[in-house]
């Protein structure tokens, strides 16, 4: 089972973008997926999640209204668009899958990460 993230980039305040994970395994399409970010030296920091149909999401108050996570299950892969992006949105962008079915914003919840994607806002 494996994660692979990307899409992360340099953007300058207000802007977008896209970051895509893209999982391998058929049942892994189906397990709750995650985003979370981290900044060096601090704590890994719940962003998005979204159950395994797709149905349900949630975000850190901190995005809400700014970034939208989605999912495909055929291309088992899962999106987080953010825009209006600030500085403080700076980070280590990670994606996770749980086998678990609730909503999860701890990252112990979660058994299997991406490698990260960085990005980073300019003001």
């Known amino acids: 089972v494996q994660l692979q993230a990307s899409g992360g980039g340099l953007v300058q305040a207000g802007g977008s973008l896209k970051l895509s994970c893209v999982g391998s395994g058929r049942t892994f399409s189906m397990y709750t997926k995650a985003w979370f970010r981290q900044l060096r030296g601090k704590e890994r920091e719940f962003v998005a999640v979204i159950s395994g149909h797709g149905r349900n999401a949630d975000y850190a108050d901190s995005v809400k209204g700014r970034f939208t996570i989605s999912r495909d299950n055929a291309e088992n892969t899962v999106w987080l668009q953010m825009n209006s992006l600030k500085p403080e949105d700076t980070a280590v962008y990670y994606c996770?899958?749980?086998?678990?079915?609730?909503?999860?914003?701890?990252?112990?919840?979660?058994?299997?990460w991406g490698q990260g994607t960085q990005v980073t806002v300019s003001s």
């Open positions: 996770a899958a749980s086998r678990e079915f609730s909503l999860s914003n701890n990252p112990s919840d979660y058994t299997y």
